[in-house]
């Protein structure tokens, strides 16, 4: 292991989101803003306080079409293989069995465990009173069926992911709600720097769009309940912002040891620069108005890339459009920025494809690694009514297109963990130490 | 780039076979086993009977805050109390009591929590069901009626990082974190990961966790189904392995860098000197017979440490009682230490399979082993496997080789880690 730490190229996307399944349809989608949300077509949602969410549309996984392994996934699953599989393709290398021991795999997964009809099958089985007979489980469906256990597994993701793709070192599955794409992304970011592996699958998927999913948000009031304009639902930092949208996808990258990249003559997005984490301990569902806890995973991101705020051109918000997490956002970024924050643009893309709560992080990765790549900066759509205590200059109405030397991740979790990565142009890379620092 | 030295100053764990390291360590070492008969429901007709249960486990012995609750399960219940034990243990709300006002916040800051838990459960999406019942099958009825049936922190319950979100208020920890839900190895990756964490600076302490309580019905009987439950007792490497068994509880550790416990004048226990992890990717259930993933994960932490297998004083195998994982395990080992083995030992059989936590137990227990200068015994051994040849196990304790072990933990989706701790 050498001392100098190795820097971390990114070279290959896949997405999966409510506004498009692959790449290029989502992007189009963000710069235009173009909202995934609608009514729920998944299941009969007419009887919930909130009928809408950002469903992934006309998914049938393209490119993966293994059926074999298709049993052993769930939705989230599928989302995760498909655009695993449209990273490592764009990317132009995957593991061999030469090089499979030098391949990690880092994924941030949902936190469901059966699906809403298997649960609803062993219900009428051995719960038509309302409580579990213990006994009937002996002879129930779900309750006997691997193939349940198997996709309702936490890890299942992380082995799907690992055999399909021939990934033999190391692997590892988070969850810090809606931190843990983030929290991926920023775990395998230090794989690479320790020397541990050299190139990595990261990424994440979730989908809780179903009645148990929903019906937890809507039983804590965190999801908008407009019901009648669902495009318009997700505001981030707009006044009248009441809740966010449920989404549902998967975001997938390929990292790789920069010199590793440079050496195969990849095309190489972002470099993948800097990672903080903190932990709010403020109250389970919310970070303080005054964006301590988010302020420090900002500033460690910053630090850990050798990088300061006047540096950095574009953040893609955590944003989800709930009243305390956009107000508690917009302190952390002045107090991390100050006067700076005049100048950096903020948008949130949950305002077009919703909450995709695990996968949020890792397809928002994506979304800074394309930013800085094409030199345009999606938008925050339907803002309208300026918030005083969001205090942003962010990108509305037409998308920004100038050069993107630094973009920043956020992204937040209920249990108040926060996840800040920070991604540096490739053209500002090579002068650099290894430390980040001008060498 | 200078590596800081990772060590160990608070140690906390809870399970079957006691509510502290020494007194489980105890149990190992009379040969006494904690499992018995589940109690928590009914298993008169069930073709599986046996678990480490927490015998009469009462939540406010655990948790002493009944406010939360209504907001966690028992899996945090265990995870809280193991926490707590271990940064109670370091005497670190001590020394912060008594610093400056100025340098408490910054204290926090420097100060994380990095915790494996068993995420997804069975038991918890029951709640569901009065509702169900009262919709009678329409999702309608069930939507509109969802907040008359369920309570309304349901799905706050629910959250896979509830030790770490509750944690970290309790103790105002507001430094680098993480929560893994990686099966199995979730505990010892919390390990691993706060150790990598202290060494590249990015805090100076971090109390690392890992907790589970897997003893509910429908867990148990798909472990049954798929053949991982053992029909009468937990024997690792024995001719008559013939699967595992569930249990329940926590494990934890504080870490610190070595100068923040010289800098507070806190007791050393221990240091970790290195790990690795590695998956095999043959998909969740499935291992290679060879014990590739296993050999491998070995040596990645050997030279995580820089050091050789002779160095290794006593190992801690995962010894799960399934016929593939002990025999595998036995594999590996041969390769790795050939016909210099160490003691080899094993706790399961004791107390049961903790599934998240059993990894980082194992290392709690280990260090309380090494201090005490016993290998405890694997007291359910009668006659080593054929196929387990050459693996030093024995049922009754003898003396490490040095104060060096090595602890294994094995998950599903064929993940493999070694810990390497060394006892002060």
Redesign the interface.
């Known amino acids: 292991m050498t001392n100098e730490r190795r820097r971390v190229a990114i070279t290959g996307v896949g997405m999966v989101t409510p506004v498009g399944n692959d790449v290029a349809t989502t992007w189009e989608s963000l710069l235009a803003g173009r909202s995934g949300g609608g009514p729920i077509t998944l299941f009969d949602a007419s009887g919930f306080s909130t009928r809408i969410a950002a469903e992934v549309k006309g998914f049938r996984p393209i490119l993966f079409d293994d059926r074999k392994l298709l049993k052993f996934t769930n939705r989230s699953h599928r989302f995760a293989l498909e655009a695993a599989e449209q990273a490592l393709r764009d990317a132009g290398i995957r593991p061999t069995a030469a090089d499979a021991t030098r391949w990690g795999c880092a994924v941030g997964a949902g936190m469901m465990t059966a699906d809403f009809d298997d649960l609803a099958l062993t219900h009428a089985h051995g719960a038509a009173g309302g409580e579990i007979d213990t006994d009937a489980l002996l002879t129930d469906g779900p309750a006997n069926d691997p193939l349940v256990f198997c996709r309702g597994q936490a890890a299942e993701g992380l082995a799907l992911l690992t055999r399909r793709f021939g990934i033999h070192g190391y692997g590892t599955s988070v969850h810090t709600a809606c931190a843990s794409g983030g929290q991926a992304l920023g775990t395998a970011m230090k794989l690479i720097r320790r020397g541990r592996v050299d190139r990595v699958l990261a990424g994440g998927f979730d989908s809780m769009i179903s009645p148990i999913g929903i019906g937890g948000f809507c039983l804590l009031s965190a999801v908008s309940a407009d019901n009648e304009t669902p495009q318009r639902a997700s505001r981030p930092f707009d006044a009248t912002r009441n809740g966010f949208l449920l989404g549902e996808g998967a975001g997938f990258l390929v990292l790789e040891a920069w010199d590793m990249a440079r050496a195969r003559g990849a095309r190489i997005y972002a470099e993948l620069a800097g990672d903080g984490n903190s932990l709010s301990s403020y109250r389970i569902t919310d970070s303080p108005p005054n964006g301590d806890g988010p302020i420090q995973s900002m500033r460690q991101a910053l630090a850990d890339a050798g990088a300061i705020p006047a540096q950095v051109d574009y953040i893609n918000a955590h944003g989800t459009s709930t009243g305390m997490n956009d107000r508690s956002e917009s302190a952390a970024i002045r107090a991390v920025f100050g006067d700076d924050a005049d100048r950096v643009s903020v948008s949130s893309t949950k305002s077009t494809m919703g909450h995709l709560i695990a996968a949020a992080g890792a397809v928002e990765g994506v979304v800074c690694a394309l930013t800085i790549a094409r030199g345009e900066m999606p938008i925050n759509a339907n803002y309208r009514e300026r918030d005083p205590d969001c205090d942003l200059n962010l990108v509305v109405d037409e998308p920004r297109r100038q050069k993107v030397r630094m973009a920043m991740s956020n992204s937040f979790g209920f249990g108040g963990s926060n996840s800040c990565i920070v991604m540096r142009h490739p053209d500002d890379v090579d002068g650099l130490g290894a430390g980040g620092t001008p060498s | ?1 200078t590596r800081q030295k990772v060590v160990i100053t608070g140690t906390g764990a809870v399970c079957a076979a006691g509510m502290h390291p020494q007194d489980i360590l105890g149990v190992i070492l009379a040969g006494s086993t904690a499992i018995a008969p589940i109690r928590q ?2 298993t008169a ?3 599986t009977h046996l678990a480490g249960e927490i015998p009469d486990l009462n939540p406010r012995a655990l948790v002493a805050d009944r406010k939360l609750h209504k ?1 966690i399960r028992r899996t945090d219940l265990v995870g809280l109390y193991a926490a707590s034990q271990a940064i109670d243990h370091s005497g670190f709300t001590a020394w912060r009591d008594a610093l400056a006002p100025e340098e408490v916040a910054p204290c ?2 420097r100060t ?2 990095i915790v494996g ?6 038991q ?3 709640d ?3 509702l ?3 919709a009678h ?1 329409d ?9 008359d049936n ?7 319950r ?5 030790v ?3 944690i ?2 309790q103790y ?12 199995s190895v979730g505990g010892t ?1 919390a390990v691993i ?1 706060a150790m ?1 964490a202290l060494r ?1 600076g ?1 805090a100076d302490r971090i109390v690392a966790v890992g907790h589970e309580t897997p003893i509910e ?2 867990m148990v ?2 472990y049954h ?2 053949g991982l439950i053992a029909s009468e007792a937990l024997r690792p490497f024995d001719a008559a392995h013939d699967g595992s068994l569930f249990g329940e509880g926590a494990g934890a550790l504080m870490l610190e860098t070595a100068a923040s416990a010289a800098q507070r004048g806190a007791p050393v226990i221990g240091e970790v000197l290195g790990g690795g ?9 499935a291992i290679r017979e060879d014990g590739d ?1 296993l050999a ?1 994960a070995i040596l ?1 932490a050997l030279d995580d440490a820089g050091l050789h297998p002779a160095d290794v004083g006593m190992i801690v195998a995962h010894g799960n009682g399934t016929r593939q994982s002990d025999v595998s395990e036995a594999a590996a080992l041969r390769t790795v230490f050939g016909d210099a083995m160490p003691p080899v030992t094993g706790f399961k059989w004791a107390f049961g399979h903790l599934i998240a936590a059993a990894g980082i137990l194992d290392t709690v227990l280990a260090l309380e082993a090494l201090k005490a200068d016993v290998v405890p015994g694997i007291a359910t051994l009668r006659t080593l496997d054929d196929a387990c040849a050459g693996l030093q196990v024995s049922a009754q304790p003898r003396a490490p080789r040095s104060k060096l072990a090595l602890i294994l933990c094995r ?5 493999n880690a070694a810990l390497l701790v060394r006892a002060a």
């Open positions: 780039m429901w009914d007709a069930w073709p907001l926090n800051d994380g929590a838990s068993g995420a997804g459960n069975f918890n999406q029951y569901f069901f009065p169900m019942t009262a099958g999702l309608h009825a069930f939507g509109r009626d969802l907040s369920v309570n309304p922190m349901w799905l706050l629910t959250l896979p990082n509830n770490l979100g509750h970290g208020i105002n920890l507001k430094g680098t974190n993480a929560c893994i839900t990686n099966h990756l990961e990598e590249a990015e019905p429908q009987l798909y189904r798929v992890s590695v998956s095999e990717g043959l998909g969740l259930l993933g491998r990645m998950g599903f989706a064929g993940t």
